[in-house]
């Protein structure tokens, strides 16, 4: 599986039109990586990082902030600014 968090903010850009559809997207994925199970490195660090990033959107769109800096925060904001 691939965990490129840049192509799940593409994706999420052109199917996603309200905030709720992109934390649904999200958490559909969180999901996804709950039930992989038993990976090594560095695919795991990956997955690791991945998730992070899923769950700092999540928390994102719940509070209005982000919960940690992360490079990808500008795209983010973009994508969320876009939603209604």
Do not use: W
Request: proline share 2%; glycine share 2%; charged share 35%.
């Amino acid at each position: 599986m691939n965990y490129d968090f840049a192509e799940f903010l593409k994706k999420a850009d052109s199917h996603c039109r309200t905030k709720q559809d992109l934390k649904d997207r999200a958490n559909s994925e969180i999901l996804k990586m709950k039930k992989t199970i038993k990976l090594k490195p560095p695919s795991l660090f990956l997955q690791q990082i991945y998730l992070k990033r899923l769950e700092g959107t999540v928390f994102a769109l719940k509070n209005g902030q982000f919960k940690y800096k992360d490079m990808y925060d500008n795209e983010l904001t973009k994508l969320i600014d876009k939603l209604s």
